[in-house]
């Protein structure tokens, strides 16, 4: 059965590279991908670096624990240091934001992931590319999310990088 799925992607450390590794590895893994743009913005949580941040969205037929696991190992193979703290400087971060209309918290997954509704450079670029999508737990658009967000939100910096 063919899911579609929304991740997450950032990094602070040699951002451009990583976001474009990253990429690199998930067209390998999932073939063809909907990009949102990339977004600069400041760390949370911490005192760090900028982060860019995007959304990618796929189809895939691996089910939400297989597709967990790939992201691990295109992170393990990117450098990601999982021994850090969770608010800290990383070479790249990837994190299932929706898989379908799935609604899962067990063994490290969480999806919807709850950073989609705190978040600004979470919900921005998940509303770009999925504007009429609807969260499985609030049933609401991204769009309605974002535009109830927008106005509090701390500013994102557009930018320009191609992947």
């Known amino acids: 059965m ?20 990253a990429m690199v590895l998930l067209r390998e893994c999932f073939g063809d991908i909907e990009i949102s743009p990339v977004y600069d913005s400041v760390a949370v949580g911490f005192v760090g670096s900028n982060f ?17 696991t790939a ?18 400087s990383r070479s790249i971060d990837l994190d299932i934001l929706v898989y379908d209309d799935l609604i899962l918290n067990a063994a490290g997954i969480h999806v919807p992931r709850p950073e989609i509704l705190v ?14 999508r609807l969260h499985p737990e609030t049933g609401r658009s991204y769009s309605a999310h974002w535009q109830e967000m927008a106005p509090a939100a701390p500013h994102l910096d557009l930018c320009l990088l191609e992947l």
């Open 2 to 21: 063919m899911a579609h799925v929304y991740v997450s992607l950032g990094s602070n450390v040699d951002r451009e590279n990583r976001l474009r590794q």
């Open 52 to 68: 860019l941040n995007l959304v990618a969205g796929f189809d895939t037929e691996l089910g939400v624990e297989a597709v967990a």
């Open 71 to 88: 992201f691990h190992n295109i992170e393990n193979q990117l450098g990601r240091d999982r021994s850090l703290p969770k608010f800290a």
């Open 119 to 132: 978040n600004a450079f979470v919900l921005k670029p998940l509303q770009d590319i999925a504007p009429h």
